[in-house]
């Protein structure tokens, strides 16, 4: 069944690719994006897969935010994945399918702290353990908190620095058959219940950190491989600091 999806959304991206690479003048990646009839042939096409029909309507959760899945928005990733930012329709068609045909997978959750130095892995409990931030595999994630490391606004008081130096440590938790595509809010349970966490890890932390502001991204793993609609599938969330309250 799903065999006859590869080939429909093959043919289709083909054709569009062939379209868009006989262009006058040549597109290039700073304009000449898809054309509304290249996207409306993908959308139909999508529109009748059997993967998409299963899914149509439900939520997708990805990095904080829980889009709903239209043949729209696929049809805009598969042709920027196959055509636009890369000549690689096979690669386009895998990364949709296995997009369309799970449900549940494994989600990496990272907490980066400031102020709490860590030497090496810390095991915490079965799935999770510190780490040191700089030991972090690279990531979306990390290079944002990375390009933010340095002093903002001269200094000022009235904005706590901690948040512009260098993460020291991190939090990372493995969520296995973590909720991917459901119809309902089953995903923002879990990634809930691992925020809390990471408060409450904050709290017990507030003896040897000073100021602990908190960022936090989910990564969504298919396969051994991530899998996410553009960058929406690894968001930071910069959590507010908390003041020390231990006497």
């Known amino acids: 069944m ?25 597109p ?21 897969c059997h993967a998409y029909r299963a899914i149509a309507g439900k939520v997708l959760f990805s ?7 239209d043949s729209h928005g696929l049809a805009v990733r598969l042709f920027d994945k196959g055509v ?7 690669g386009a068609v895998s990364w949709l399918m296995r997009l369309m045909t799970t449900r549940e997978t494994t989600g990496l959750f990272k907490a980066a702290f400031w102020g709490l130095p860590v030497d090496g892995d810390v095991p915490l409990a079965r799935q999770t353990r510190l780490m ?14 990375l390009d933010r490391a340095h002093p903002c606004y001269d200094g000022s008081q009235w904005l706590l620095q901690t948040y512009y130096d260098r993460p020291t ?35 017990l932390l507030q003896a040897t950190c000073v100021g602990n502001p ?18 929406m599938g690894e968001q930071p969330h910069v959590a507010a600091a908390r003041d020390p309250s231990i006497r």
């Open 2 to 26: 799903f065999d006859d999806d590869v080939r429909a959304l093959r043919t289709a991206l083909e054709g569009v690719s062939k379209d868009y690479k006989q262009q006058d003048p040549q």
């Open 28 to 48: 290039t990646l700073l304009g000449g994006g898809p054309s509304a009839g290249a996207v409306a042939k993908l959308e139909a096409t999508i529109e009748r």
């Open 63 to 69: 990095g904080g935010s829980g889009p709903i899945i």
């Open 84 to 90: 636009h930012l890369a000549d690689d329709v096979e």
């Open 132 to 145: 040191s931030f700089d030991a972090l595999s690279d990531s979306h994630m990390k290079r944002i908190i």
């Open 169 to 203: 440590a991190a939090f990372v938790e493995t969520l296995p058959g973590f909720p991917y595509i459901r119809g309902d809010a089953a995903a923002f349970e879990v990634m809930n219940g691992a925020m809390w966490k990471v408060d409450e890890l904050s709290i």
């Open 214 to 231: 908190v960022a936090v991204a989910l990564l969504v793993r298919i396969r051994g491989r991530r899998s996410r609609m553009g960058r």
